[in-house]
């Protein structure tokens, strides 16, 4: 049976993921880039300490350059609108694609949709919204039960809004994130981020994604001393978050 992942763990997996990333962006004498976080590619020990894995996409990334001009490669639902439409690869992706991983830490949902319905609202934007209308309390994952660290749970959920920002300007640097997450420093005002383009799109409803599997941080499968957090590949990228929606019923 896969084991129930309580706010402590939750809390120490992100900043855990958060310090990993910190390392290869900013510790390394070579800077690189993942190019691939999500849920799937952070491994736990038997201690619960992430570990971040397959370096297979990863690039390395030369300190005079702004910016790397590349083939997109990665899992839909994680990469940033930059380097999804452009090719622009900079730190700021994998920014982006942690963002997406600790909103799923904390609400237990996955960034992922039923192909084929059309009345659907992604995981960051429904938090976008509640985030806008004063109810942030209601993406904490329910499992939870009020157990849990306000504090750093709301912390987690505004270091998710400010990275998944659609400016990559606008997105902290992993150290930064690490101190926010950790209540170092003092979180910037989460703003509200309309998108850069202002499409519409058709987004999966919250309550449906939970109805073809588990969250993916209620549960985890484990292996002798390895663990792999469970999380469905999303079929949908949130490039575009809307400044009103709808919210989901949860």
């Not at 039923?114 to 209601?138: C, F, P, R, Y």
């Amino acid at each position: 049976m896969s084991p129930k992942l309580d706010w402590a763990a939750r809390q120490k997996i992100c900043v855990g993921i958060a310090r990993g990333l910190e390392f290869l962006h900013e510790g390394s004498t070579i800077r690189m880039v993942h190019r691939d976080i999500k849920t799937t590619n952070v491994l736990l020990d038997a201690d619960l300490n992430a570990k971040i894995s397959d370096f297979g996409l990863a690039r390395l990334h030369e300190s005079e350059d702004s910016h790397i001009s590349t083939k997109i490669a990665g899992t839909i639902g994680y990469m940033a609108p930059e380097y999804a439409l452009w090719g622009q690869l900079t730190e700021k992706a994998d920014v982006y694609s942690f963002g997406v991983v600790a909103m799923e830490i904390v609400s237990g949902k996955h960034n992922a949709n039923q192909k084929g319905s059309v009345d659907h609202v992604s995981l960051i934007n429904w938090a976008l919204t509640l985030q806008q209308t004063g109810d942030i309390m209601e993406i904490i994952d329910s499992k939870l039960e009020g157990e849990f660290n306000s504090d750093e749970a709301v912390r987690m959920i505004k270091v998710a809004l400010i990275c998944t920002n659609s400016s990559p300007s606008l997105r902290p640097a992993m150290s930064e994130a690490v101190k926010m997450l950790e209540g170092e420093i003092e979180i910037k005002q989460v703003m509200s981020d309309p998108g850069l383009y202002g499409h519409n799109w058709s987004f999966s409803k919250l309550s449906d994604l939970d109805k073809h599997g588990s969250s993916s941080t209620s549960g985890v499968t484990t292996d002798q001393t390895t663990t792999t957090i469970k999380s469905s590949v999303s079929d949908l990228y949130p490039l575009y978050p809307q400044s009103v929606i709808q919210t989901p019923t949860v």
